[in-house]
């Protein structure tokens, strides 16, 4: 999937991949600006799909893609394409070179299409997005700390038991998602070190 991208020179662009066999990969798409590239709508972020690269000296070059998902849906709502932004950007803060990212790929994967989903609070996929990639990292509490409803810490010990295909099955209340996604900012707070432009954006938009 790609994560990022940045225009370089006058047609061509510089991405970001997270893959299944060698994570995090930079690679170069020459000529992708151009109105006609073949690569051109490849190497937008969302661009989900199987990327065929060279090796160079230096760097990775992209030749081919093909894209089983471009996740369109998300730029027709602004809310909903901030949220998968912030995904990406997190998912981008985790990822390696040369280490295999094959739950991560599926977790970004199901979360992006959970924000399409309307039954499903955005806040909500947020939370269980934050919380599953922090546990697939291993920086996360066993238990959210404070006194808390029942369904809060059946809802926080569900989502690290469960494989990521399961994650986005159920609804909470308002008063158990708002402990939950409480509990989740706390465990953020104690493992991640760093801000995230596109949340600060998503922050705006969700409680402006």
């Not at 937008?44 to 090796?55: D, I, M, R, S, T």
């Amino acid at each position: 999937m790609v994560l990022s991208v940045i225009p370089i020179g006058d047609y061509d662009k510089r991405i970001t991949l997270l893959s299944k066999e060698r994570g995090k990969i930079t690679a170069f798409a020459r000529g992708a600006r151009r109105p006609n590239s073949q690569l051109l709508a490849a190497t937008n972020p969302f661009a989900f799909g199987q990327f065929e690269l060279y090796e160079g000296r230096s760097t990775y070059n992209l030749v081919k893609a093909e894209i089983t998902n471009y996740f369109r849906e998300l730029t027709m709502d602004l809310e909903a394409a901030y949220y998968g932004f912030y995904f990406l950007e997190f998912a981008d803060y985790y990822g390696r070179e040369n280490l295999e990212a094959v739950e991560t790929l599926k977790l970004l994967y199901q979360s992006l299409r959970a924000l399409l989903k309307s039954a499903i609070p955005n806040r909500l996929v947020r939370a269980v997005f934050e919380l599953k990639l922090m546990e697939i990292n291993g920086e996360y509490m066993e238990k959210p700390l404070g006194r808390l409803e029942d369904s809060t810490i059946y809802t926080w010990e569900y989502v690290l038991a469960s494989p990521v295909e399961k994650l986005y099955t159920f609804t909470v209340t308002e008063k158990v998602l708002e402990e939950f996604t409480k509990c989740v900012a706390e465990n953020k707070r104690r493992f991640v070190d760093k801000t995230f432009h596109s949340l600060d954006i998503l922050d705006v938009l969700v409680y402006k």
